[in-house]
């Protein structure tokens, strides 16, 4: 199967409200350091934000600002409408064309939603988690399934495009339950989704949990296979995966914010190098000469010796040779050639 394209000429800009609004301290948040803010920030902070981006906005066809951390819609009334007022004249000069927000699904009403649609807001993500009421439960979530579905359900009925995020490797979890949420989150029929694979952050409940025995973490290499086959089941259910693994930032990638866990700078390209593997050497277990994006051929010299060669888009070059050439690594362990050369047309 070839992996869609996600790539849009939308230009994103982001706003942090670290944990602002959230009722409850789950065991793996520590937002302030994921996001690198300590402080909400103010309006001039806000409105010198969206000036920073002006420089490039020309080269997208859309502008959206996004309002990312904490839970938006649990933030008091008056300080919703600060945030989105502040933004307002930057709409209607038509600089901004959408707004997104993140929020919990004990956080929707009908209320919420129609204030939100005052202001011009048109994607809503939830932050969901797992759909395993035992390990919400396990990591201090404060909301159950039915909170998810009937919020889901709202926000789609009111007109929003749903996103919804995961945390594959929660306490309570495994690869069953995992795949379980996945296909409850594809019956709530989002537009987005993204995967954010759990990883053991200082200074939380998980850490402690950690170093007690009480949690182990995926490995990456489990993590890399289990969110391949996540991506793929929600490619197969139109469902467009817009993020996988937490943003490099000098906070998460420097200074010991990481205690343990599946964390690399480029998990997204880790898990599709992964799915492209597959997909070769599925190619090559049925002689196929060619795949999604990819032709094949095999050469045997006289002296029994077995060549690969495999053709390219030069953009996804590197995804299909892999990080320190596994992929090419993996055909030549798993099939005995004796070279194989990805290159492009």
Do not use: W
């Not at 502008?63 to 307002?88: D, H, K, N, W």
């Not at 797992?130 to 009937?150: A, C, P, Q, W, Y």
């Not at 995926?218 to 469902?239: H, K």
């Not at 010991?256 to 390209?269: E, L, M, T």
């Amino acid at each position: 199967m070839k992996i869609k394209d996600v790539t849009n000429r939308m230009l994103i800009i982001p706003v942090f409200v670290p944990h602002a609004g959230c009722p409850h301290k789950c065991c793996f948040c520590n937002q302030k350091l994921i996001s690198g803010q300590m402080q909400i920030p103010t309006n001039e902070e806000i409105c010198s934000t969206v000036e920073q981006y002006r420089s490039v906005a020309g080269n997208y066809a859309q502008v959206q600002l996004a309002f990312y951390g904490g839970s938006f819609t649990g933030i008091p009334e008056v300080e919703q409408e600060r945030y989105l007022r502040c933004v307002q004249k930057y709409m209607e000069e038509g600089f901004i064309d959408t707004i997104r927000i993140s929020t919990r699904p004990d956080c929707i009403n009908e209320e919420t939603l129609a204030r939100l649609t005052k202001y011009g807001v048109t994607v809503i993500e939830l932050g969901v988690q797992s759909m395993d009421d035992n390990v919400l439960s396990k990591s201090n979530r404060g909301h159950k399934i039915e909170d998810t579905i009937k919020a889901a359900k709202l926000i789609k009925q009111k007109g929003f495009t749903l996103g919804i995020q995961t945390m594959p490797g929660l306490p309570g979890s495994n690869t069953v339950s995992d795949y379980e949420t996945a296909c409850q989150v594809v019956a709530l029929k989002p537009a987005i989704v993204r995967i954010y694979p759990t990883i053991i952050i200082k200074d939380t409940e998980l850490e402690d949990m950690y170093k007690n025995g009480m949690y182990k973490p995926m490995q990456l290499s489990e993590t890399v296979e289990l969110c391949a086959g996540l991506f793929l089941y929600y490619q197969q259910n139109d469902i467009e995966v817009i993020r996988m693994g937490l943003q490099s930032s000098d906070n998460i990638s420097e200074g010991g914010s990481i205690v343990a866990g599946p964390y690399h700078p480029a998990f997204g390209q880790l898990v599709k190098s992964r799915i492209l593997l597959g997909n070769m050497v599925t190619a090559i277990e049925h002689n196929k000469l060619s795949g999604d994006g990819f032709t094949i051929s095999c050469e045997e010299t006289s002296d029994n010796k077995k060549f690969l060669t495999i053709k390219v888009n030069e953009n996804e070059l590197s995804d299909y040779v892999g990080q320190k050439r596994c992929n090419i690594i993996e055909l030549m362990d798993k099939f005995y050639f004796d070279d194989v050369r990805i290159i492009t047309y």
